[in-house]
DNA sequence: ATGACTTAGTTCGAGCCGTGATTTAACCTG
DNA sequence: CAGGTTAAATCACGGCTCGAACTAAGTCAT
């Protein structure tokens, strides 16, 4: 436990190197002079750090401003093309990989369908790691490193294990495993927290450095970024908000618990409630295997007159009730400057719940806490957690300084 | 926003300088030898810092360790008669001020009642003022600052400002005013925060660095700690506990909105609720004044045969059961180390209520955060909030290493 | 065109800092 | 009391940031 931290001189240089370069990564060119001001070093300091980006390549000259009377300043930025990154979503259907460059603008996208469709362990390490060698070959610049979000709970012992409750994978070695097939650095982590990290840096949390982002799918997760960093509990689990208890002696969870908010919320539970109050209502419901066709289909019916719009409209009533106190807990707990509701789920029901779920929230949380926050969308698409993932590499770069 | 960090190398010496006095405070007297090890820094700068340490008088050789054939290493502590610290609890009954020495050991306290018994504006700053004065005047060290615990959402801009919704502060600008009257350095912070603090530094989180500390009195909130340091929200609001919904259309809550946990676990709504239970059964329920005295005639009854203890029983049950779930959310959500239950209803209910909140949430817990945490008790008496107060000024001196 | 002026960026010496090697200090054993 | 052992202080060195001096690269008025 020697408490990494910086001690000597050349953390300090590399402290600084790293604080320049974060900067000219988030706030686009920039010269000399806003380091400067930004930053607070001196000149010749931030002169003599920029050389050394300089050097290094991984910065680059972009232009000057023009002058009124003096010498102009001339643009910095980072080199986006001096290296490249991979982002991996393994998902619960099938994984998909992507090329970036260092400013993640995608490159090149590969989608491997998984055999049998299930994330048996045995097929998703050949299939990343053929997709990894398909993607490595295109590259045409040394490639920063691989990062892998995953579904479920990922602990470092070193190295990643992958604690999967709902595919299957229990204590899964993965990045072990990986190890074997590739040189390139490894960075996993939960793909939620993959998915928030995109928004933070290119979307719906661009602007805040506190929020929660919400991710329905099939279940219901999230994930908690406090002052710009993921915040993780002790065992690197938290965010379970699935799993926090919206009605005592409720719905049973996949978990195994009672009342949890996933039973009611989750794209699986809605199409359960649905098919109960349809059969309760004595209208037919068509059985669809996709999820995702199935929760349209709902979403459709509820338009339509009838029984069966009946009984879809208060499905999804209830849906944006359970979702809104869901917020609201969040909301009183964690104070975040902004909910952002994610997941193909939740971009899919939202727009219509969205005013209802506000209000909803507005009822059950705190006027001080309530006021001082926004529930948006998601502004990412669905290669977010593959993108997040990607930022995972960068952000250790950003952090380094090299 | 020119983002505070160690910029150059006498920054640098001020967080070893910082590093090593934070570790001798709390990992008790130390040799030269064990700072090398616990920090890393080499043994001559391990030299330097310490001689600056004890010129400064901060620090004092405390014996020797005997030695088995070499030179004895010397011992290191904090001299903890140095400094001393003030800390303040103002309740909502009355104020209640403690002076400690560096080490946060109590030398001398004082109770301020308050005129009318209620926390007005106009009454709590000259009896603040009057309080410091006397305890100043026996201040045998220079006094390094006073810590302020209250009760309400403490926001800095920069001099603090409390809202205390429930006392009826509404931007209340308590530093300001105080200002006025005293030259020392002052830190506000929520009560619930600094009562976290003293138990996170000298009772039951002395082992751990992220917790959730429940505080149950009359209402019910939290304080979260994640890494050793509060977790506060974008506005620091976080931790209102008591106000995350776990009955959709459950009970009228004192906020305003229905279902709240403080609608049922908090004192006030126990005393409420066993009123009503009572009632139905046709018990008489003997009226109390003074809520302590209440709750622990409700825990008394529900010790006894008949009706009357078949209500009270009924009622700590659900109590038990809200609880339990209550936690279980935080456990899901936040993965917390170790949840600590304090506040003196909590003290009062839990030693009979522990097992079954236990049992509750290993219920509705996941599986993994289940496992991984514990849930204790507070170890901290009823001056945890003036004590957790008073390490705010120490907190500073530990981090500024001066 | 040219010289005065203005601003950007670099260079240089000074002052600190941490490190490894070396020296001094303090103690034990026989 | 000498030899061995470990702790702590000292020293020389290289690296860092900083302020000041200096060079570079423009604009503007004449």
């Known amino acids: 436990m020697t408490d990494e931290g910086r001690r000597n001189v050349r953390d300090l240089r590399r402290a600084n190197r790293a604080r320049l370069l974060r900067r000219l990564y988030f706030h686009g060119p920039l010269s000399r002079q806003d380091l400067i001001a930004a930053t607070g070093l001196s000149s010749a300091s931030v002169s003599n750090v920029v050389a050394d980006l300089l050097d290094a390549g991984l910065v680059v000259e972009a232009g000057a401003v023009e002058s009124d009377g003096g010498r102009p300043r001339i643009l910095l930025r980072v080199d986006t093309s001096c290296f490249e990154v991979i982002g991996i979503d393994v998902g619960e259907t099938g994984i998909r990989l992507e090329r970036f460059d260092l400013g993640l603008n995608e490159l090149e996208a590969l989608d491997v369908p998984l055999r049998g469709g299930s994330l048996d362990p045995e097929a998703v390490i050949p299939a990343i790691a053929t997709g990894l060698d398909e993607l490595g070959a295109g590259a045409e610049a040394p490639v920063l490193g691989v990062g892998i979000g995953v579904p479920g709970i990922v602990q470092h012992q070193p190295l990643a294990v992958v604690h999967g409750q709902t595919v299957g994978w229990d204590a899964f070695p993965l990045e072990e495993l990986l190890r074997e097939h590739t040189t390139l650095p490894l960075f996993v982590d939960n793909g939620a927290t993959t998915m928030a990290q995109a928004e933070m840096w290119f979307g719906a949390g661009r602007d805040v450095d506190s929020a929660v982002f919400l991710l329905l799918g099939s279940g219901a997760g999230a994930s908690v970024i406090a002052d710009g960093a993921p915040f993780r509990g002790s065992t690197t689990s938290a965010g379970e908000w699935g799993h ?15 009342g949890c908010l996933e039973a009611y919320v989750g794209a699986e539970a809605i199409i359960a409630r649905y098919a109960e109050a349809a059969a309760a209502a004595g209208v037919a419901d068509d059985v669809v295997a996709d999820e ?14 009838g029984a069966a719009g009946e009984a879809a409209r208060s499905v999804l009533d209830e849906t944006a009730v359970r979702i809104g106190i869901g917020i609201a807990n969040v909301v009183n707990f964690l104070n975040p400057q902004r909910v952002i509701i994610g997941g193909w ?3 899919a029901l939202a727009p219509s719940l969205l005013p209802q779920i506000r209000e909803v929230v507005r009822e059950h949380a705190l006027r001080l806490p309530y006021a001082l926050t926004s529930i948006d969308l998601g502004a990412l698409g669905a290669d977010a957690v593959a993108r ?6 960068v952000a250790r770069l950003l952090e380094a300084g090299s």
């Not at 208890?245 to 996949?254: E, I, K, P």
């Open 388 to 393: 997040g993932a990607a930022t995972l590499p």
């Open 345 to 347: 789920a939740g971009l």
């Open 292 to 305: 995702e066709e199935a929760l349209r289909g709902i979403l459709a019916t509820a338009d339509q007159a």
């Open 244 to 258: 926090i208890n919206v009605q005592y002696q409720g719905r049973r969870c996949r978990c195994g618990a009672r």
